[in-house]
């Protein structure tokens, strides 16, 4: 399957990351339609707000299977937050329990965010090959970590 990554801006300002199967043009036009019918979500605000300087921007072509484009996808929201942008993506791993796919959604808060960037130097690795073990680290080491599910 091939996918593009991509960031939606406004006045130079990136605040959202995505991904389609799509033309960019099409998916733009998906996200304004959706922020009518969800206008409360940080990302519908943004939008509504700016409607017509929302611009759609190529970040990359991914070739690869679904886990693939979603862990690149990930990537690319951690990369943009340890830039200093303020996207609006929430980190969304999919699961499978019970034959159902279960969406596992939590906010990676900044400190994490520069330890796996950190880590990722110190070893002279990819940040996408250090952001999993970071992630699960981060997660074990929490008393209380809010996750909402939703079944799919």
């Not at 959706?34 to 070739?63: A, C, F, G, M, W």
């Not at 090959?129 to 909402?148: G, R, Y």
Request: aromatic share 12%; charged share 25%.
């Amino acid at each position: 399957m091939e996918a593009k990554i991509y960031y939606l801006s406004y006045n130079g300002t990136p605040f959202y990351i995505g991904k389609t199967t799509g033309s960019l043009e099409s998916r733009l036009c998906q996200h304004r339609s959706e922020s009518l019918r969800d206008p409360q979500h940080p990302k519908s605000i943004i939008i509504l707000r700016n409607k017509y300087y929302v611009q759609i921007s190529e970040i990359e072509t991914i070739i690869g299977d679904n886990d693939l484009i979603l862990k690149t996808e990930e990537y690319w929201v951690f990369q943009f937050k340890a830039w200093g942008f303020n996207v609006v993506n929430y980190c969304v791993r999919p699961k499978k329990q019970n034959g159902n796919i279960i969406k596992m959604i939590f906010h990676i808060p900044p400190e994490v965010l520069k330890e796996y960037k950190l880590r990722a130097v110190a070893a002279d690795k990819s940040p996408k090959e250090v952001m999993e073990d970071v992630l699960i680290e981060w997660v074990k080491s929490q008393k209380e970590v809010t996750i909402i599910t939703l079944i799919t």
